[in-house]
C-alpha cells in the first residue's frame, strides 16, 4: 500500500514558509514569532553537515533509448542515454541541454513521449532523509511522482504533481519534506513524458538527510584562479585564420600548431585551389615574445592535411597526423617523423595492434608521452563507454605499438573524451570531456595517474572559469617546467574574423603537473670530442627498468630528457661502435621544476679505451655492490657477450680520504666484486683482469665532496678487441 507524504518542491530557491504552512491570515505577533523560529531552523540548518547520496544501482526502468554503437559492456549498457547514466553526481548539470550521461526513456531515438516511464534506483547506505535532488538537464517537468522504498521494501509516495512543461532550461527538482521515520535504500520516479514532449533527460538522483537544497556542483580544482589574465600569443602566432593543436616543446622553446586554410599554407597537390590544415612553428625569443612563425615544409606537410600532435623532450622526434602513404603506397593517419641532418625526415607509419575506431566518432587525436614509450589516444571503439574515449597504447621491442587500452570509467564517460595531453611527469593527464559537469559544451580537466595499471586515476577536476567559457574549450598544452598553459580560444582573437587564436595563461600551483628535472647536454665521441647522433635510454634504479627513450641531435648532438622526480635514474647514450659512460642523477628529494646540465660521452670500442662504470653502489668503505648497480653491470655482461674475445682490466680507485693502506685495500676489493659479478653471469675469469690504485689516480681535486665523489670509482679498460 502506498503511504503519502506532504511533499515540498523547491525550486529554484528554498521556500520553507510554505512547507510549515499554507494560507492563513495570522496575526502580527504569530508571523513574528515564525520568522524568528524560521531564523534559527536556517542557522541549525547552514551549520549541519548534510549528508548528500547519489544513486548507485539501477533496480529497474521501463525503456531506453538505444543508440547505434551501444553495446552490452560487464553486465550493462554503458553507453548513451543508458538508464545506468543516472547513477553517481550529475555530470551535465549545473550546464543545461542535451547529454549522453542522462537517460531517456523510450525504444528509439525518434521517440518524443506520449507514455508514462518509470526508473527505479538503490543506494548504498540506507538513511533517514528529508530530501530527493531530481537532476534534470534537458527540458525538465516530466517528473509527475516520486516514491520512496523502505528497507522492507514498502513504498512512500512523497511527491505527486502534475507534469508541466517549464520555462527553466534544466534544473535540480528539490522535493523537501518532513524527515522520514524510517530508512530509504531506494527511490522510483514517474514521469508523464506526453505532457513535456521532447527529450525528457535524467543526469542523477540524489537522496539528503536535511532540507538544504541538493545542488549540482562543478568538480573544481582547489585554488583554480588565474592570477594574470590570458594572454593572446600575437601576430607572430595567430593570423585571422584558424590556429589550433598547440603543441608547446618541453622546454617551453618552441611552439608547433595547426594553421587551417591559410594562404601560405602548402596546397593539394592535386587541386591547388584546396588548402587544407598545416603544421607551423614559432620560437620564443630573448624578449619574451614569440617569433613569427614558419612553415615548417614539405617534409611533413604534403598539402594533403597534417598536424602536429607531440613533440619528445630531445626536440628530435614528432608525432604526427594527417594523410601520409607509405613506401607499398597504402595510407595511414598516424606517424613518426625524426630530425635528421637535412631536416625532418617523411612520417613513418605508427603501427598499432588491432588498431581502429568507428567512423561515428568522426575524429581522433593523440599524444606521445615523454619517456617516448607511451602513447595516448582519444578514439571510439567497441570498449568505449560512449563515444570517444581515452585509450592508451604502449611501445614493444619491435617497435610496434599494443592494443588500445581503455583507461577505465574514472576517466571516461558516455560522452565525448577528446584532446589528451600527459604531462612530462608522466601521471597528470588533461583532457577535454563533455562527460562531467562544466561551464561550456567542452570543458578541460585534469587527473593524476595513481599506479601502473593505467586503469586507476584520481577524480577529475576541472580547470576553473578562468581557462573554461560558456563555449567549447579543448587543446592544452603545458612545458616541463608547468609555468604556463597553452591553449584555443576565440576570446580576444587577431582581426575580426572570429577566427580561434592560441592564448596561454600562467598556472597556478594546484593545476600544475607534478615536478620534472629536465636533463640536456650533448653526446660527444670522449676520444675526438665531436657530436655523435645516440639514443639515449634511462631507467629508474635499483632495478634497471626502462623509464623511457630519446635520441640526440644528429647536427651538434644535443639532448633533452625529463625525469618525474622521485626517483633515482641511470641514464646512458648508445651508439654502434662506442660503451656508454652512464650517469645517474638522484631526484628523490626534488619539489619543483629544475634543468641541469650533463653532458654524456661515449667510448670507442678500441683498444686502450677507458670507461668509467658511473652506476655502482657501494656502501659506505665497503665492497659489497648494491642493487642499484646491476643494471650497470649487465650492460657490460651484454658488451662481453657480443664481443666474446674482448679482454678488459677492472680498475678500483678511491679519494684521498683516510688511511693510504685501506684506501688501496678498497679499491682492490671493488675491483674484484665487479669481476665476480661478472663471472656469476658466465663471463671467463680468463677475460677478466683487476687491479687498484687506490688514491694515485684521481679524476680531479679532492678538495671539494664532489670531487672525491668522481675519483671514488671503478672503470674497465679495453686490453684485446
Known sequence: MLKHQTPNILYPCLDLA???????????????VFLFCLTLVLISVTAYAQNVQWASEVLSFSSRIKIEGSSWINGRWTHEYSPEQVLGKPNKCPAN??????????????????GAEHIKVGYKKPIQIQQVGIAENYNPGAVEEVILYDTKDQSHVIFHGEAAP????SRVMNVIFLRTDYKV???????????????????????????????AEINLAPDSKIQDSKENLGPGVNSEYDEVYPIISPDGKTLFFDRKEFPGNIRDPENSNIIRDNIWFSELQASGKWGLAKNIGRDLNNGYGTFAASITPDGNTMLVGGSFRDSTGLSFTIGTSRKTVNGWEKPRRV????????PRSGFMEFCLAADGKTMLLSLQRDDSYG?????????????????PLNLGPELNTAGDESTPFLAADGKTLYFATDGYSGYGSLDIFFSRRLDDTWQHWSEPQNLGPDLNTPDWD?????????????????????????????????LPPSLKPLPVVLVNGTVIDSKTGKPVEATIHYEILPGGKEAGIAHSNPQNGEYKISLPAGELYGFRAEANGYAAISQNLDVKKVKEYEEI??????????????????????????????SESFAELDRLVALLQATPTMEVMISGHSDNVGNDAMNKKLSVDRANAVRAYLISKDISAKRLKTIGYGKTKPLTTNDTEEGRALNRRVEFTILKQ
Open 351 to 358: 603501427r598499432i595492434d588491432s588498431f581502429y575506431t568507428h
Open 18 to 32: 510554505v512547507f510549515y504552512f499554507y494560507s492563513d491570515n495570522m496575526g502580527l505577533i504569530r508571523a513574528v
Open 474 to 506: 579543448a587543446y592544452l598544452t603545458i612545458p616541463a617546467s608547468g609555468d604556463y598553459a597553452y591553449f584555443v580560444s576565440n576570446k580576444g582573437a587577431v582581426g575580426n574574423r572570429g577566427a580561434l587564436d592560441i592564448f596561454r595563461a600562467k
Open 387 to 403: 563515444t570517444r574515449d581515452l585509450y592508451a597504447c604502449f611501445l614493444k621491442d619491435d617497435g610496434s605499438w599494443t592494443v
Open 97 to 114: 541541454g542535451d547529454s549522453p550521461c542522462a537517460w531517456i526513456g523510450g525504444s528509439d531515438r525518434e521517440y518524443f513521449g506520449g
Open 185 to 215: 535504500k531506494a527511490v522510483e520516479l514517474i514521469l508523464q513524458c506526453g505532457k513535456v514532449p521532447g527529450f525528457n533527460e535524467i543526469d542523477a538522483i540524489g537522496i539528503a538527510d536535511s532540507k538544504i537544497p541538493i545542488q
Open 597 to 626: 646540465k650533463k653532458d654524456l660521452k661515449l667510448v670507442p670500442l678500441e683498444v686502450g679505451q677507458t670507461v668509467r662504470l658511473n652506476n655502482l653502489f657501494f656502501d659506505f668503505n665497503k665492497s659489497v655492490l648494491k
Open 166 to 169: 517549464i520555462k527553466a532550461k
